[in-house]
């Protein structure tokens, strides 16, 4: 077995800019706001025989992308127990309690976490990180850790390690 190192990224250009709100209960959640969030990034795999255990360009592109993806959107958890989400005309209407909250169908995603929050950003980002044989498979990772900030000093991170 060769000897694994951990490639650590965090790049400037690894965030996304989006609108969000925290659902606290089925009564409680956050006015619309949002943030520039921060992507960081932990891959661990075997060094190869000649030095390195891969093109970072490769992780790096692949974090770009996804961040990408989500920038200047609205995220809303689709699977909460507290929202009802619906599409009509073209929009995402979602319930909260007496609340209707309605957003141009354009300007959402609705993803499949259950709260739009850094622990749960980071665990939607590890998915699609693990789900991409390219980078798992084909770089033997062992580990991927993902951490998203919401600002200075705040983190939620989600770890994935291959089963032995």
């Known amino acids: 077995m060769h000897r694994l190192t951990t490639i650590e990224l965090f790049k400037e250009y690894l965030n996304f800019s989006a609108a969000h709100f925290t659902v606290f209960s089925a009564t409680e959640r956050e006015r619309l706001h949002g943030h520039n969030f921060s992507v960081y990034a932990a891959i661990t795999a075997p060094v190869t025989d000649n030095g390195m255990t891969a093109d970072y360009g490769l992780f790096k592109n692949k974090l770009k992308q996804l961040c990408e993806e989500l920038d200047e959107y ?91």
């Open 74 to 164: 609205t995220l809303i958890a689709g699977d909460s127990p507290h929202l009802q989400i619906a599409r009509q005309d073209g929009e995402v209407l979602v319930n909260f309690g007496n609340d209707l909250l309605r957003f141009p169908e354009g300007d959402c995603i609705v993803l499949p976490i259950r709260n739009t929050t850094v622990e749960e950003f980071s665990h939607y980002l590890l998915q699609k990180l693990v789900a991409d044989v390219d980078i798992v498979e084909d770089y033997f990772v062992t580990s991927i850790v993902v951490k998203v900030s919401s600002g200075a000093g705040q983190y939620g991170s989600a770890e994935w390690r291959r089963e032995a």
